[in-house]
C-alpha cells in the first residue's frame, strides 16, 4: 500500500512545527512566503520543479 501525501502539505506541517518550536519567527516565515512566490516567477522556477521532482522521484528507490 503507498500512502501519497502533496509535498505542500508536507512543507506546511514542516513550517507549523517551525513555527510552534520557536525555530523560525512569523516574519522570517513571511519573507520566505514571498521569495517562494517570486522564485514561482522567474526562469528558475521550471529548474526548481524539474529537481524536486527528481528528487521525489528517487526517494522509493533509497529504501529498496
Known sequence: M???IPLVLLLAVV???LLRF????GGAL???ALFGFYL???GAAGTVNQLVTALTDALPGISH
Open 2 to 4: 503507498t500512502l501519497t
Open 40 to 42: 514561482a516567477h522567474t
Open 15 to 17: 513550517v507549523v512545527l
Open 22 to 25: 520557536k525555530a523560525v519567527g
Open 30 to 32: 513571511v519573507v520566505v
